[in-house]
């Protein structure tokens, strides 16, 4: 029984290319949260999907960045012409709130460096 | 915004001795969750409390909740040096504090 899958744990990218950031849950999780890290700081909400649908965008930047979770596969966080200031740590969790749970599993995360 | 503060930002003790976090936080809740994360790792959940309850004892540690005054302390008790890591409350799962970077020197 896997837990919260991440991939790749790192990721470089130049200014201006695409990173793309997988998040396998937990299986029988169809919830799913994104969240940001940048260094000695706490976790920042970006996104709440739930299979199929964003639930909760509130604390994602309109511009650049997307979220989705399919109906087969990951979840994926995709930022668009990333910039220096995009490099953090990307966490993912997943929650099974579909039978009442609501405890976060956490994925070890996807350290991201713009160059 | 919900976010829980932590305070605390570090606390350094002796192995052994106990360990006091602070949360507040800004508005109504259902529950709240702490974790914990070892440096560079994904956090792991430690334990939650609904808003209904005052108190809630897992092994070494210690919730509290009052939220007439919107803040929960998190006690871990006779601390080891395993124990060192950063400590984050959560407000209903999605807003995190900033944490409490606890240091137990053997």
């Known amino acids: 029984n896997a837990g919260v899958m991440q991939n790749p744990r790192h990721l470089v990218r130049r200014r201006g290319q695409e990173a793309r950031l997988r998040c396998s849950p937990m299986k029988g999780h169809s919830h799913v949260y994104w969240y940001r890290q940048l260094p000695e700081e706490g976790l920042k909400f970006m996104v709440y999907?739930?299979?199929?649908?964003?639930?909760?965008e509130s604390g994602m930047p309109k511009e650049r960045f997307s979220a989705e979770f399919p109906k087969e596969g990951p979840s994926i966080l995709r930022i668009q012409q990333v910039v220096r200031g995009d490099s953090a740590a990307y966490f993912c969790?997943?929650?099974?709130?579909?039978?009442?749970?609501?405890?976060?599993?956490f994925g070890s995360g996807t350290q991201l460096s713009v160059l | 915004s919900q976010q829980g503060e932590e305070d605390p930002q570090a606390l350094s003790i002796q192995e052994g001795e106990n360990a006091t976090m602070n949360c507040s936080y800004k508005t109504s809740i259902n529950n709240l969750q702490w974790y914990r994360q070892n440096s560079g790792r994904g956090l792991v959940h430690l334990i939650l409390?609904?808003?209904?309850?005052r108190e809630k004892h897992s092994g070494r540690l210690r919730v509290t909740l009052d939220t007439s005054k919107k803040s929960s302390s998190l006690l871990i008790t006779a601390s080891r040096a395993a124990d060192t890591a950063s400590y984050f409350c959560a407000t209903d799962a999605f807003y995190f504090g900033s944490g409490t970077k606890l240091n137990v020197k053997p």
């Open positions: 409390i609904r808003s209904n309850e």
């Open positions: 999907l739930q299979k199929e649908n964003i639930i909760d």
């Open positions: 969790a997943s929650s099974d709130r579909d039978s009442g749970g609501e405890k976060l599993f």
